[in-house]
């Protein structure tokens, strides 16, 4: 999950020979198209699930690694990168349904082993909520937790105290036409670097992030999504006061960052954000009977990026125990 101020700097930015050719496949699922990008093979598949505003390149460095032992597809959600915006509200429900019919029609079967960074965790989450049979196992990478305060705008905020009572209407599949049509955002030289530690990537992978991010529709999606985010996360919270362990027994690794990076002079001190971090972390871990923390030594945030080669082995360990 990227801080706003991030977000809406990134959004300028524009590669300077027009839109990439996805490297996947443009999948119809019903007058909606999610690009799906799989490689390698074997079971079970892993699906790799990107955090907020990022598309589905920010993997380049561990798709590879995992295609070499099984089946693995990265893609973009509805209204990031190539894939069309779909219905709102962006409910979590509404994703997981976007995403099963794309598995479905492009032939991808599960069960899935779930890969899902930072607010990509909470998606897989939902995924796992409507198909459970579907999943075999779960790697979550610095993942948000719904009782969490997030550090944005120089401020600590607990998503889930934004919550209205808003119920999400069942999911449909429907293309949303007035965010495709959404009109471009401004721009400036597509040479300028993305900050640390996203400028190890490819220099393609770059070039599709700025493009991506760009993209009116991604941040219309964008906008939509952390929108629904409080309800949601209200949501989880209150379906885990009774069982903590709602993945049940699902093979699952929590990839964790050493250290929360808070700075004081806030509402809550860094040290109080630290332990709860922590604390959380491990939480996420009991989801399953069959949950571990591993606290990443050379990482931040972006452990995917910043130590793919973790996460290529939590990942091969949670395929091994789903075998």
């Known amino acids: 999950m990227r801080s706003l101020p991030f977000v809406l700097a990134a ?8 839109d990439p050719t996805p490297p996947g496949r443009l999948v119809d699922i019903g007058g909606q198209r999610i690009h799906l990008y799989c490689t390698g093979r074997g079971a079970p598949t892993v699906i790799l699930e990107s955090g907020l505003g990022d598309a589905s390149p920010i993997w380049s460095l561990v798709q590879p690694s995992v295609a070499a032992t099984t089946r693995v597809c990265s893609y973009d959600r509805g209204g990031y990168a190539w894939s069309d915006p779909g219905a709102r509200p962006r409910s979590f429900a509404q994703l997981a349904l976007e995403l099963h019919t794309a598995l479905v029609r492009s032939g991808e079967r599960g069960p899935f082993v779930l890969v899902g960074q930072s607010y990509g965790g909470l998606v897989v989450r939902g995924f796992a909520a409507r198909y459970r049979r579907e999943v075999a196992g779960m790697v979550l990478v610095d993942a948000v937790h719904e009782d969490e305060h997030i550090v944005y705008g120089g401020a600590p905020h607990r998503i889930r105290d934004g919550a209205r009572g808003r119920v999400a209407p069942p999911p449909r599949i429907a293309l949303d036409t007035a965010t495709l049509h959404a009109k471009p955002a401004a721009t400036i030289p597509a040479d300028v670097p993305l900050e640390p530690p996203l400028d190890r ?10 493009w991506a991010l760009a993209r009116p529709a991604l941040q219309a999606t964008w906008a939509a999504e952390t929108d629904w985010s409080p309800e949601e996360l209200a949501r989880f919270h209150a379906e885990r006061l009774t069982d903590r362990a709602t993945l049940g027994g699902v093979p699952l690794v929590v990839l964790a960052r050493t250290h929360g990076g808070y700075e004081s002079g806030m509402a809550i001190s860094a040290d109080s ?9 491990r939480d996420l871990a009991a989801l399953s009977r069959r ?20 996460v290529v082995r939590a990942i091969a360990e949670v395929v091994t125990r789903a075998r």
């Open 11 to 18: 959004a300028l930015l524009l590669p300077p020979n027009g």
């Open 273 to 281: 954000l630290e332990r709860e971090r922590l604390a959380l972390q």
């Open 291 to 310: 949950g571990r923390l591993v606290v990443a030594p050379n990482a931040g945030h972006n452990i995917h990026v910043e130590d793919p080669g973790l």
């Open 201 to 210: 990537l490819p220099a393609s992978a770059q070039r599709v992030l700025r």
